[in-house]
């Protein structure tokens, strides 16, 4: 099973590589962009074959070594 994991800074939480990417986007013309966030795509393949069991290790997964929880959300789609 596939799985994709995105993770982001959470709201309130100062992101100067996204303000440096919409000063840049500014600075080329494209000033319909209000603001950039950035973040972390991960694509992972799971030997599970039950979707509950892969969003379970997952889940732990993102907890112990792929996001920072204290400053990043994460979200989990299996595909």
Request: hydrophobic share 45%; charged share 25%; with cysteine.
């Amino acid at each position: 099973m596939k799985a994709r994991v995105t993770v982001t800074l959470k709201n309130g939480v100062l992101d100067p590589q996204g303000k440096a990417i919409e000063g840049a986007l500014g600075g080329l013309g494209f000033d319909g962009v209000a603001s950039v966030r950035q973040g972390k795509v991960f694509d992972v393949e799971m030997r599970h074959t039950e979707a509950a069991a892969a969003q379970a290790e997952l889940a732990e997964i993102c907890e112990k070594l792929l996001a920072n929880t204290v400053i990043e959300d994460y979200a989990i789609e299996l595909m």
